[in-house]
């Protein structure tokens, strides 16, 4: 890596144009970043202690919440650590190692939320053989496959960014270590990888995007075939959260990577705050509060310990 670069680390602006407001931002970033890992920490417990949530959707949901602890503290607890400091710096190694990380926990959630989609569609439309179906051997299986392509779509275009050359300018525009900004900084002809950070990300995120869009066609087509209103909301209420989330997610996923370039400045970054800080933290909230069974197995363990 050292032979393909003169800079030996990077300077990251963060937010040091609202200078005045730092101690703000950093009771603001360590705020969510405390809340982020209580509240899907306790999700997880919560879904490992209760026998009744031993099924296939908390399992996957675990997973999204074990996702979100690590996308969250891949960027948040350097960007509290650096609001003090006057000069936001990164080595080089350890911004690749940031991006890699990130992109890569990122892409798994982004197929992940796919995933979840597939099991909503055989939960409703197909309820007398989805338990058959869905077996413990299959959960493993679906969300094993999710980290594992996660990690070999972003293998090839961080490998590609690391072994570019930059010449003098180190200063990223950004919070954290992302694709975009990098990218800019290179004087060497980026082109190519610009290329394959838009193939590799335009394919993870168009094609769990048409599974998602292909799930829920079908689950609407089934819901519409349901004769009584109270069976529709029934079966509309199990799909309500992860419809949320997805929606959330993709939205801001396709803004950033399928034209990682296009946003400059203050707007690259509020896009950026939306899916690597706010989405960790929203998405445990949406889940429990909108899921009845969730409450009462956080009901049933505070009763059993107080």
């Known amino acids: 890596m050292r032979n393909h670069t ?15 407001y730092q101690n703000v931002l950093f009771v603001f970033f360590l705020t969510i970043y405390i ?65 890699f990380f990130f992109t890569f926990l990122g892409a798994t959630e982004t197929i992940l939320l796919a995933v979840m989609s597939f099991d909503r569609f055989l939960a409703v439309c197909f309820p007398l053989h989805y338990i058959s179906i869905m077996s413990h051997k299959v959960c493993f299986i679906l969300a094993a496959a999710s980290w594992v392509l996660g990690f070999l779509t972003t293998s090839f275009p961080i490998i590609k960014i690391s072994q570019l050359h930059f ?48 799930s829920y066609g079908y689950i609407l087509r089934t819901i519409l075939k349901i004769p009584s209103v109270t069976g529709k909301q029934k079966a509309a209420s199990t799909c309500a959260s992860h419809l949320l ?14 034209k990682p370039t296009a946003s400059e400045g203050s707007v690259n970054k509020v896009m950026a705050l939306f899916y690597a800080v706010f989405t960790p933290l929203v998405n445990p909230f949406i889940y429990s509060l909108r899921n009845k069974e969730v409450k009462e197995a956080l009901l049933f363990l505070v009763k059993r310990r107080f």
Not at 55 to 64: G, I
Not at 246 to 255: E, I, P
């Open 245 to 258: 989330v997805v929606t959330t997610f993709y939205s801001t996923m396709f803004a950033m990577y399928i």
């Open 167 to 214: 010449c003098s300018a180190n200063v990223i525009n950004h919070f954290f270590c992302e694709s975009a900004p990098l990218l800019k900084l290179s004087c060497s002809n980026s082109y190519f990888n610009e290329l394959t950070v838009i193939i590799c990300a335009s394919s993870v995120i168009l094609s769990s995007v048409l599974l998602t869009m292909m």
């Open 6 to 20: 003169n800079v030996k680390e990077f300077i990251i602006l963060g937010f040091s144009n609202i200078q005045k």
């Open 35 to 99: 809340t982020t890992l209580t509240v899907n920490i306790s999700l997880i417990t919560i879904i490992r202690f209760v026998r009744q949530l031993h099924k296939p959707m908390y399992f996957f949901l675990c997973n999204l919440s074990f996702l979100e602890l690590g996308y969250i503290s891949v960027t948040v607890p350097k960007i509290i650590v650096d609001i003090p400091r006057k000069i936001k710096s990164i080595s080089f190694s350890s911004c690749i190692t940031q991006l």
